[in-house]
């Protein structure tokens, strides 16, 4: 653990312009700038190949970046690459393990390259299989275990030296809604009581919304939002309404009431939806709807997602989206 | 069913051609044997009582030819646990209606590549100097010989493919093949070995086969219509074996 | 933690990971003695031929499983490391303050001490057969420790493959390759006994050649210096020639900073 001058922990994440150019392939990261405060955790969020491994990698030192700088716990990522490891884990992509070593030798190799002695290799491997819910499969080989099982061995493998900074690459990204909750517990319960930084990549809106107490949202190796979820909605999103007319035959003109209050979007089958404009009410779209004299069976105004920032940021929607980039890991 | 052998066989041979490293250790092992016996060992046709006529490279070149021939199943017999392991073999299962023809299929592609193989290393034999004393007659006998030994081959990996449907088929069909094959006389005629081998050789049939192709190059006849009582009933047997291999797969679900 | 410790922690690992594959492990270990087997007592005649150094094929071939056995164990090794690079294991390995040097070596102290137990069942194989060994108690510890030396080389040169590829598929795609440079060498015959002049030439210029006289001298000869010293020496450059390849390749794979 590194101690500031004053004696606090000095675990945050200062990024200045970084950028990865590989050899044969465009920029995967162009230039970003970010903050990570101590103790915060940090949601990057973007589709695949949108830059998010990439830069995960250079400031775990796996990548040297090719311009900029990032300070990871107050450690160049490019000059103090060993110092910087000791105090940082990882849970990179896919949860990265030996099918033909059990939990258990798993976590004493990991001990003894972070230089644990032979009992506290012991003990914190204990402790970690304890926590994570593993005890039980502890001298089971990996190749038996469940998706969800080996990312939980990942992460009590990040842990194993109590590292300041955690960094976790797309943690829960096909996992079951179950396992990927005990996650959710886990990573959060690491920030509030045990003050870790967490730098948490996802491609998942609902994962940065829940977890992340700040979000950066990249695409095409830039960011092109930051602050926390909230402010992220509050800023860019508008509300969607649906509506679904009590009589199909009077669509034609409940659409035309609609249209003068925000654009047509996609909506449920048998409705009709808009994004409300900027200066749109709702009360003022039912009194329209009345003026005109339709009748309307189900009507709903449904608050901004991260999905509508995104799509607002980017001009591209995130779910499902697939950057065609080549990115390291 | 012929469309489907066709559609099996033609994905299998585009991979092969296509994908070097399908193609090349069917064909590097019977090269790396040729090479390597008939380079190195030529002076063994000295040892006193070896008499062959046409010389060591042909002496080793029947060798070859049975042992690719027999082989090139095993590398099928890979594919198609490969298959069955990333679930290629369901779509394949869903989409045949005559789901014979996928096991025909996979003995046709054995055929292709094995007569792909065996033609450049029957080139490189010629190439050091190999010489044949058999005519056209005994040559066509001796690529039938090879095409049926071929087809037990590939119809036994087939079989124990398509029971395993692991990665885990390789030693179990690969082990048997190896065993008949070498514990024949590979280096020197049978009246030549002695001791245990000579026992073991003396019951293997693939000692028949093999005296039969060497027979075949020499332009004689001994033990060729012997190998053939052997292998084309095995052919039969063997046929069976893969057909209810099939029906195992097709009750497992693939 | 020196690197001794950190090479000796990752060494177990990749030995453990060795003996839970029954599957390899039966191939590397069986291979080897049934092809002793075969072709000592298939060529057994031709220890007759004028010239043949040794009375007995046997003891002439006793020593090839040594060598097999190192090239089997090493492709293995190099297998399981590109499986490390594809599942990003090796990542995580290079995210500890292990030191890259002990990253790259692990593998290989888990390969030598895997082929250092399966050399041991080689020798008892081939003395239970009848083989006689000339250069008798004091030869064995030279045998084993040249041949750990061969695995070393074969272990280089397939850990720079596998780093080149990063993949295992790239490693076996390798290995008839390294089969080539066993049977284009004296394994099977004396050099000046083989017949064809195009395979003599192969086989002189083929380093394998000297290794495995090096290794043979000490079964059928006993102590013959110029045999030895070929040999180590052949082990000496390859090793060196492959580690720093291994090396070069190592730093292009683990950009670490």
Redesign the interface.
């Known amino acids: 653990m590194v101690e500031k001058a004053d004696g606090a922990r000095r675990n945050d994440i200062a990024v200045h312009g970084l950028a990865k150019q590989f050899r044969k392939g465009p920029r995967a990261v162009d230039g970003i700038d970010l903050y990570v405060a101590p103790g915060e955790i940090y949601g990057f969020l973007g589709p695949n190949g949108a830059g998010k491994s990439t830069t995960v990698h250079m400031l ?5 970046p090719s311009a900029g700088t990032a300070r990871v716990g107050g450690h160049d ?6 110092r ?3 105090i ?1 884990g ?1 849970a ?3 949860a ?3 099918p ?2 059990s939990g258990r ?1 798993h976590l004493r ?2 001990g ?4 644990l002695s032979r009992s506290e290799r012991k003990r914190r491997g204990d402790e970690l299989l304890e926590r994570v819910g593993l005890t039980h499969a502890a001298d089971r ?1 990996v190749q038996t275990y469940s998706g969800g099982m080996k990312r939980r061995l990942d992460l009590a ?1 990040a842990l194993v030296h109590h590292p300041a900074i955690l960094f976790l690459d797309e943690p829960t990204t096909g996992l079951d809604p179950q396992s990927r909750n005990a996650l959710w517990v886990e990573v959060a319960r690491l920030a509030r009581e045990e003050g870790v930084t967490i730098f948490l990549t996802t491609q998942y809106l609902e994962e940065a919304d829940v977890l992340a107490d700040r979000v950066g949202i990249i695409d095409r190796g830039r960011i092109v939002a930051e602050g926390t979820p909230a402010e992220l909605k509050a800023e860019i999103g508008r509300p969607t309404l649906q509506v679904i007319p009590a009589d199909p035959e009077e669509r034609g003109r409940i659409a035309d009431v609609l249209d003068r209050f925000g654009e047509p979007v996609a909506g449920a089958p048998g409705s009709l939806a808009i994004r409300l404009n900027r200066d749109a009410d709702l009360t003022d779209v039912v009194r329209a709807l009345d003026t005109e004299g339709v009748r309307v069976e189900h009507l709903e105004l449904d608050a901004p997602s991260l999905d509508d920032v995104f799509l607002a940021k980017t001009g591209h929607r995130l779910e499902g989206q697939e950057a065609p980039e080549p990115v390291a ?1 | 069913m012929i469309a489907v052998a066709l559609a099996v066989a033609w994905r299998l041979v585009y991979k092969a051609f296509t994908l070097p ?1 399908f193609l ?2 069917a064909l ?2 019977p090269m ?2 040729f ?10 046709a ?4 070896f008499r062959y006529g046409p010389g060591y490279e042909a002496f080793q070149f029947a060798f070859v030819l049975l042992q690719s021939a027999a082989m090139a199943g095993v590398f099928t017999g890979f594919n198609i646990a490969h298959d069955f392991e990333r679930g290629f073999a369901r779509r394949l299962l869903i989409a045949a209606p005559r789901r014979s023809g996928i096991v025909a299929g996979y003995v046709l592609a054995t055929m292709a590549r094995w007569a792909v193989n065996i033609t450049i290393v029957f080139v490189v034999a010629m190439l ?1 100097g190999m010489s044949i004393h058999g005519g056209p007659v005994d040559m066509f006998g001796l690529l039938v010989l090879g095409f049926t030994l071929n087809v037990v081959g590939a119809l036994w990996a087939a079989g124990v493919a398509m029971r395993l449907r692991s990665a ?1 088929a390789g ?1 179990v069909m690969q082990l048997p093949i ?2 008949l094959i ?2 024949a ?4 005629p049978l009246d ?6 000579h026992a073991v050789a003396t019951v293997n049939p693939f000692t028949h086969l093999l005296a039969a192709a060497r027979s075949l190059l020499a332009g004689g006849t001994s033990d060729v219509a012997l190998a053939f009582a052997i292998v084309v009933p095995l052919a039969l047997v063997f046929a069976v074996w893969a057909l209810t291999g099939l029906r195992r797969a097709e009750a497992a679900g693939g | ?1 020196s690197v001794a ?2 090479i000796g ?2 060494g177990s ?1 990749a030995f ?2 060795s003996l ?2 029954p ?1 390899a492990l ?2 590397s270990l069986g291979f080897p003695l ?1 092809f002793l087997a ?2 000592a ?6 220890s ?2 004028p010239g043949f150094p040794d009375d007995s094929f046997l003891d002439f071939m006793m020593v090839v499983p040594f060598v097999h056995g190192s090239l089997f164990t090493a492709i293995n090794s190099a297998v399981e490391l590109g499986r ?1 690079i594809e ?3 090796l ?8 030191r890259g040097i002990a990253l790259m070596l692990g593998n290989l102290a888990g390969a030598v001490a895997l082929a250092l137990v399966q050399f041991s069942i080689y020798f008892a194989g081939a003395a239970v057969a009848g083989a006689e060994f000339e250069a008798g108690l004091l030869g064995v510890p030279v045998l084993f420790a040249l041949a750990a030396m061969i695995a070393v080389a074969f272990g280089a040169v397939g850990m720079a493959i596998a780093l080149r590829t990063g993949s295992s ?1 790239g490693v076996q ?1 390798m ?3 390294f ?2 440079t066993l ?2 060498s ?4 004396p050099r000046d ?4 002049d ?2 003599r030439w ?2 002189t210029v083929n380093p394998v050649s000297y290794l495995i006289e090096g290794l043979r001298s000490l079964a059928i000869s006993g102590w013959d210096p110029q045999a030895l010293a070929l040999g180590f020496g052949f082990a000496v450059t390859v090793i060196a020639a492959s580690v720093t390849v291994a090396t070069l390749a190592f730093r292009d794979r683990l ?3």
């Open positions: 775990t030192t796996l990548l040297p990522v490019a000059r103090e690459g060993p910087v490891r000791t940082i990882a990179l992509q896919e990265a393990l030996d033909f070593l030798n190799l990991q003894a390259l972070h230089r080989r493998l890991g | 490293s090349l250790p590097l092992f790396i044997f090479l390597g016996f008939a380079g190195a060992l030529g002076r063994v000295e040892v006193p009582g050091v885990q030693p190896f065993l070498f514990l006389p590979v280096f020197v030549l070995l002695q001791g245990w081998i | 933690m410790a950190q922690h990752l690992r453990l990971r839970r594959q599957g039966f191939f049934v075969v072709v007592s298939g060529l057994d005649r031709a007759d031929l490390d599942t990003g294991f990542n995580r390995l290079a995210l500890t303050p292990a598929d795609g290995f008839p390759l089969f080539v049977f284009l004296s394994m099977n015959m006994l083989v017949e064809a195009w395979f192969v086989a950009t670490r900073t």
